[in-house]
């Protein structure tokens, strides 16, 4: 994990301005790079990702084992970024197939907590978005980045077993409005 303790907001590694190339004269703003020279602005937009809590008939939730960092080995909920143009619910609906087979019908939004996402330096902010869906089978394999697929009580789970704390504060929201 010593990756993760490198690694810096956008608004650090924004040196230059990407338009002019002019160096960035102020302090870091955290919100928006603004270019003294130029006039050119970017915001560090916060990041959206869609994930889905899938629950088996017999209560058991879908979890996949991450083949990569952040988090690579952890359990974490199957989900990733929302595309361009693409709406949340579609998003969540494909990260789920695409990581382990199963298509999902329908999702019901379930909550959203904030994350941090450290990949490759840059430690971009998110707000992960939560759905749930129920499918009839535990029918699951592993694909997409996904070395394992495990379906697990969620309160057997430590907190540790998970990459992301957002995905245990998703776990106790599920917990608090009942499976
Ligand atoms: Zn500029």
Same mark, same amino acid.
């Given at each position: 994990?010593?990756?993760?303790?490198?690694?810096?907001?956008?608004?650090?590694?924004?040196r230059?301005c990407?338009? @002019?190339?002019a160096?960035r004269?102020?302090?870091?703003?955290?919100?928006?790079?603004?270019c003294?020279? @130029?006039?050119?602005?970017?915001?560090?937009?916060?990041?959206?990702?869609?994930? @889905?809590?899938?629950?088996?008939?017999?209560?058991?939730?879908?979890f996949?084992?991450?083949a990569?960092?952040?988090?690579?080995?952890?359990?974490?909920?199957?989900?990733?970024?929302?595309?361009?143009?693409?709406?949340?619910?579609?998003?969540?609906?494909?990260?789920?197939?695409?990581?382990?087979?199963?298509?999902l019908l329908?999702?019901?939004?379930?909550?959203?907590f904030?994350?941090?996402?450290?990949?490759?330096?840059?430690?971009y902010?998110v707000?992960?978005?939560?759905?749930?869906?129920?499918v009839?089978?535990?029918?699951?394999?592993?694909?997409?980045?996904?070395?394992?697929?495990?379906?697990?009580?969620?309160?057997?789970?430590?907190?540790?077993?998970?990459?992301f704390?957002?995905?245990?504060?998703?776990?106790?929201?599920?917990?608090?409005?009942?499976?």
């Open positions: 994990m010593a990756t993760e303790l490198l690694c810096s907001p956008p608004s650090a590694l924004f230059h990407p338009s @002019c190339a160096p004269r102020a302090e870091a703003d955290a919100v928006r790079f603004i003294d020279a @130029c006039g050119f602005v970017y915001y560090y937009n916060v990041a959206v990702s869609a994930s @889905c809590v899938v629950v088996a008939p017999d209560g058991l939730v879908l996949i084992r991450r990569r960092e952040p988090g690579k080995d952890k359990l974490a909920l199957p989900g990733g970024f929302v595309d361009r143009g693409e709406t949340a619910e579609h998003a969540a609906m494909r990260e789920v197939r695409e990581e382990t087979g199963v298509t329908v999702v019901d939004f379930l909550g959203s904030p994350n941090l996402y450290a990949y490759r330096g840059v430690e902010p707000i992960d978005l939560f759905f749930r869906s129920r009839e089978g535990r029918a699951a394999i592993p694909l997409e980045d996904v070395t394992e697929v495990v379906w697990a009580a969620p309160h057997l789970l430590q907190d540790c077993d998970l990459a704390p957002s995905h245990v504060q998703a776990l106790h929201e599920l917990q608090r409005r009942g499976v």
